[in-house]
């Protein structure tokens, strides 16, 4: 094996070859013709070892160089020793990219590697099977060119990709997936697919159970509240036994009807998609109105009700959907303010956003359940709720809502002290009413 020569050593090899030559020469008396042929010579070897260079880098299929002695035995051996050094890289990479490979093949979802403009670089066979992806026909192809939901085109707009997007397969619609899109390294997007047609079938068995069952609970309900309210009004000689036990039962039945009216609510709410029949809401009317009901609701507890609302400020929703929502938090907090309490209701802008509030100072929550109220049929406390009434569903149909509208809840509650419900509406969802 060779090593590399110095630039001096080189030329010192030239100076001893030329200056032997002239030696010899000078031993004939025909010294300068021995050194010019000495040169020639030397010229032609170069010559010689550039054409074989120059055959082996364009014409020959071998990947190692010519061999040689000397000089151009060196310069070959540096040329060997680069391309075994390339060549080992290039296998560790080829084995990187295999491993990535089969570890994505072998992942039960379908993936696919995105450049950052959303192009198909490269997807596993579960891609080709799920989403109908050609390999490789359609690298190059923008993702939101094969699959043309308008869920889809409308979740890469937002770009909000820490939930997953939920669709049918763009080749069988029968099949239901879920997406998720998940950046990683300078300028690359993982797109990953999974089939969630059975949990998707399940839910769907789920709410039109709870559905079927809250509709025919309806009528049942509507007799039994009748005959109680027909004996309690018509039998003014009941005895107090019989009056305490048929005023139980009303309450009962009421609190029994609230919560299936709640639970159908619940239930139109996660059917109901984000195009359905939006239109201008004329939300300073609506909030009034359910400030009006309010007022009536409270007589008992007498609450001082304030408000203060941006009468030129409209959101583009669904109208029954957005009462429904408001309407749960103005009833909370009647609910849960003590008699004598202070309830403020605003709606107007704050920064871009519009923002609906309302405010108590009733008992609060604690920090370790703000998280969980929202959930189905969480109560802080079950008694109390019970007791107003309460069917632990209001704030997950507001939640609902809210997912339909662009917009968020926030919670600002200090146990002890009071809370407040603020929803925050996305500044695409405003419009102004011309008053
Ligand atoms: P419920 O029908 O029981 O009121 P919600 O989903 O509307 O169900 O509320 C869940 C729980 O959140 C309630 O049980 C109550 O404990 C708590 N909560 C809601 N609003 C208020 C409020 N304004 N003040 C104190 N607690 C509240």
């Not at 995105?114 to 026909?137: E, M």
């Not at 239901?176 to 690359?188: F, K, T, V």
């Not at 009647?334 to 108590?360: C, L, M, Q, R």
């Amino acid at each position: 094996m060779y090593s590399s020569l110095s630039a001096k050593a080189i030329f010192a090899r030239l100076f001893i070859a030329l200056a032997i030559s002239y030696l010899l020469g000078l031993l004939f008396g025909v010294a300068f013709m021995v050194v010019a042929f000495t040169a020639i010579a030397l010229l032609v070897w170069h010559y010689h070892h550039l054409v074989k260079l120059m055959t082996w880098l364009w014409v020959s299929k071998s990947l190692s160089p010519p061999t040689a002695n000397g000089l151009w035995g060196r310069i070959y051996d540096g040329l060997y020793r680069i391309i075994r050094k390339h060549r080992l890289k290039q296998k560790r990479l080829n084995d990187k990219v295999r491993q990535f490979r089969d570890g994505a093949e072998a992942l039960p979802d379908a993936a696919l590697v995105l450049s950052s403009d959303l192009t198909i670089q490269w997807g596993n066979k579960k891609a080709q099977r799920i989403l109908g992806v050609r390999w490789p026909g359609d690298v190059g192809q923008r993702i939101d060119n094969l699959i043309r939901f308008p869920e889809f085109a409308r979740y890469i707009e937002e770009g909000n990709f820490e939930l997953p997007c939920h669709i049918p397969s763009p080749i069988n619609t029968e099949l239901m997936i879920e997406l998720r899109l998940i950046a990683y390294g300078a300028d690359q997007v993982l797109f990953l697919a999974r089939d969630i047609s059975k949990i998707h079938r399940l839910e769907e068995m789920r709410r039109d159970f709870v559905a079927n069952v809250s509709h025919e609970l309806k009528t049942p309900l509507t007799v039994m509240r009748g005959y109680v309210e027909m004996v309690q009004m018509t039998e003014s000689s009941l005895d107090p036994y019989w009056q305490k036990a048929f005023s139980t039962m009303e309450t009962q039945v009421s609190r029994m009807d609230r919560l299936v009216e709640q639970l159908l609510i619940l239930s139109r709410v996660e059917v109901s998609t984000e195009e359905e029949e939006k239109q201008l809401v004329d939300m300073p009317k609506l909030i009034s109105a359910l400030i009006e009901d309010a007022k009536w609701l409270n007589q008992e507890k007498s609450h001082i009700l304030t408000s203060e609302i941006d009468n030129a400020l409209a959101i583009e929703g669904i109208d029954n959907e957005l009462k429904s929502a408001c309407s749960n938090l103005i009833s909370n907090a009647i609910a849960y303010t003590p008699a004598g309490g202070n309830i403020h209701v605003s709606w107007g802008k704050e920064g871009n956003k519009a923002k609906f509030s309302v405010k108590d100072d009733g008992p609060g929550i604690r920090p370790e359940h703000v998280n969980r109220i929202t959930e189905r049929f969480f109560r802080v406390d079950k008694s109390r709720s019970r007791n107003t009434g309460g069917s632990g569903l209001g704030l997950a149909i507001v939640k609902h809502v809210l997912n339909h509208h662009h917009a968020e809840l926030a919670i600002n509650s200090q146990w002890g002290k009071g809370s407040e419900f603020i929803i925050y509406f996305e500044p695409k969802c405003i419009r102004f009413i011309d008053n």
